[in-house]
Structure formats: C-alpha cells, structure tokens
C-alpha cells in the first residue's frame, strides 16, 4: 500500500471551467475527508465520508462543488464553473476509525490554479 | 469557537537550538491534538499527537506540552536541524461521541528554517 493517491497533482482551467479531482484512499480505510489549503495557510476542512456516506460539509463547500464516494473507495471532488477563488491545493485525507489513536493521512494533493 | 490560533507565524533557529511553536483553541470539546509536518509541494504528515488527559509527550526530539487549563498547547523541537526545516501546523479534533466526524481543524501554520 503507497498510501493515499491523488490525482492529478496539478491542474491549471480556465474560469468558467469544470475540473474534477480523484482520491484514493488507503485501502480498507473507510472514513475519507477533503480539505482546502490556501497559500500561507492552514487545510481547512471541507466533506467527510463514511463509507460511501457523505456525512459532514462545511459551509465552504458552495453549490459549485460537489463529491461523490461510490462504493465507499475511491472518492471525487468536482468543482463547477471555475473562479479564481478556487485557487488553492486540495488534500485528501483517509483513516481506519475515529478514535484518539488513529491518525489521518494525506495525499500529496491537487493543487488547482483558476486563470 | 471552532477555530485554532497557532504562532509564531515564521521561526528562525540555529541548528542545535529549540524551536517552539505555541497554539491555542477555544473549543473545550476537543480532545486530540495532533501536530503535522509539511514540506513544500507535499501533503501534511502526522509528527506527534497528545490527549488532553496527559500534559506532556515525547517521541525523539519532539515534545508537546498541553496545558487544559490555558487551553493551549505547544511543540517542542530539541535540537534542531536543518531537515527540519518545514511548516508547521497544530490541529485540533472531536473524536468522541458518535456524531463526531473526527475533522481536523488546522492552525495557520509556522514556517519553520534551522540554519546550518
């Protein structure tokens, strides 16, 4: 196991644009989140999934973005008609439980760059 | 009160020296907190992480000092090295109760560079 995949690593759209990210979580973890981290900036939190269950959003997650985990693997992030705004390295994180001895752990990212 | 206060927000040390990056949380609901590690280009990876029925772990040179009380919580790197140059987070979580998601709300980071 490599751990957590994303993919692609960099992604340059135009305004207006679709663009779509893909995570792969460590295999058999089945909680998965999504984070935004900004330039400077710590990852703020955005989705959870348990199992193929969308359980949590934050309210940074406008109607432009939408994730999906179909079968509780893999996961996407779609965002819709690009803005500058989205601007910003997207990280996948994945975990076995939730209890205080289980870590998360990170992808390498997506980093987005809206022109 | 969900947010995570982390300084300083850069920190230049001399290799052998101490490096300490402090953080406070307002949320008394929380109760794990991790500190990560980020280079450049790469996803954040768990360093060390405390509960808050401890006052003090260590692994190798890293150290977190918690004080429930104050609400804050601080990382202690004894003799720094320039590989340890990186940035920094302090994170906090929810992890009881069935309801709990287990996100992490993040600092804002501490660029962190040892000088040789």
């Known amino acids: 196991d490599t751990g957590v995949s994303q993919d692609p690593r960099h992604k340059i759209t135009k305004r207006g644009q679709n663009v779509t990210f893909r995570c792969d979580p460590i295999?058999?973890?089945?909680?998965l989140y999504w984070y935004r981290q900004t330039l400077g900036q710590g990852p703020e939190f955005l989705t959870y999934?348990?199992?193929?269950?969308?359980?949590?959003k934050s309210r940074l997650l406008s109607d432009r973005f939408s994730a999906e985990r179909p079968k509780g693997s893999f996961s996407t992030l779609e965002i819709q008609r690009t803005e500058q705004g989205d601007s910003a390295m997207y990280l996948c994180?994945?975990?076995?439980?939730?209890?205080?001895?289980?870590?998360?752990?990170f992808g390498q990212g997506t980093r987005l760059t809206v022109v | 009160q969900q947010q995570v206060k982390q300084s300083p927000q850069s920190l230049i040390v001399q290799k052998g020296g101490i490096s300490i990056i402090n953080c406070a949380y307002e949320n008394t609901a929380f109760d794990y907190f991790p500190w990560y590690q980020q280079f450049p280009g790469k996803g954040p990876a768990l360093l060390i992480a405390i509960r808050p029925d401890v006052s003090e772990k260590k692994e190798g040179r890293f150290t977190i000092s918690f004080n429930k009380s104050a609400k804050q919580f601080s990382l202690h790197i004894m003799d720094s090295q320039p590989g340890d140059s990186a940035t920094y987070f302090c994170?906090?979580?929810?992890?009881?109760?069935?309801?709990?998601?287990?996100?992490?709300?993040f600092g804002q980071g501490t660029t962190l560079q040892v000088k040789p």
């Open positions: 999934f348990q199992n193929e269950a969308q359980l949590e």
């Open positions: 994170a906090a979580s929810n992890r009881e109760g069935s309801s709990n998601t287990g996100k992490l709300i």
């Open positions: 295999s058999e973890h089945n909680r």
């Open positions: 994180a994945s975990s076995p439980r939730r209890d205080m001895n289980t870590e998360a752990f």
